[in-house]
């Protein structure tokens, strides 16, 4: 949905159509957010600047365009668009479903989780590594016990290993 920026005509809500940020909702028509069920009521330039950022998803706006866009060509000041902005990140903390970026000096970015989504589906569509063979068992080791040499640590054989001495020795 990425319209060139310099064709970019003032934004209609009443002829925009509804679109969706991940599992958010957007009903520009209507001026309605449904974030998990919740339906919330956004002011007309909130909508607008909104729609101006998912309108060049991923891209980079600037603060002119999107005064341009948004208040028809009007001069504002920066506390207008600011707190336009400010709302939008509210609403994209609350759903989590995308997220508007300052790039300092220049404009705004809006990306969308659908996107960064689709990057780590792609890392996990590739094969796995296959499981190493299941480790070979040790032999076992040759017992101890009962009446070896070996064997004088345990209560058991200690007698025994008295027997072997002298059954050496003898």
């Not at 310099?6 to 520009?28: E, Q, W, Y």
């Not at 609403?91 to 300052?102: I, K, M, P, R, W």
Request: aromatic residues 2%; contains cysteine; proline residues 9%.
């Amino acid at each position: 949905m990425t319209l060139p920026l310099s064709d970019a005509a003032p934004i209609d809500l009443a002829r925009t159509p509804a679109f969706t940020l991940g599992a958010t909702r957007v009903n520009p028509a209507l001026r309605e957010v449904v974030v998990a069920g919740q339906v919330e009521m956004l002011e007309p330039r909130v909508m607008q600047v909104l729609v101006a950022l998912a309108e060049q998803r991923g891209q980079v706006i600037s603060r002119d365009t999107l005064s341009q866009r948004c208040w028809s060509g009007r001069t504002v000041g920066d506390d207008a668009l600011t707190r336009c902005i400010a709302r939008v990140r509210r609403l994209a903390e609350a759903s989590g479903d995308f997220n508007v970026e300052t790039i300092p000096r220049v404009g705004y970015r809006l990306t969308a989780a659908e996107v960064e989504a689709e990057a780590k589906d792609e890392v996990e569509a590739a094969p796995a590594p296959q499981p190493a063979a299941p480790p070979v068992p040790a032999r076992p080791q040759a017992s101890t016990h009962p009446l070896d040499s070996k064997c004088s640590d345990r209560p058991c054989c200690i007698g025994s290993s008295r027997l072997s001495r002298l059954r050496r020795t003898g």
